[in-house]
């Protein structure tokens, strides 16, 4: 897996899942480790996309 990839997921789901922690126990923490999350999911995102055009059999090279 690319390693930049690989960061961007880890990224995303810890703040998503530090996000979700405080949704109901601090709301400034919430939106604080949401931004984060949405922030690092929109540069998954795109940094996915651009490998597809690198690369379009990407998704297939592990079945």
């Known amino acids: 897996m ?5 960061e961007l997921l880890q990224k995303t789901s810890l703040y998503g899942t530090l996000a979700k922690y405080y949704e109901h126990i601090d709301p400034k923490w919430h939106m604080y480790f949401y ?3 949405f922030k690092y999911e929109n540069q998954l995102i795109q ?3 651009m490998l597809r055009k690198q690369n379009p059999n990407m998704d297939n ?3």
């Not at 690319?2 to 690989?6: E, G, I, Q, S, T």
């Open 35 to 37: 931004e984060l999350h």
């Open 61 to 63: 090279e592990y079945s």
């Open 2 to 6: 690319d390693p930049r990839l690989a």
């Open 47 to 49: 940094h996915y996309w």
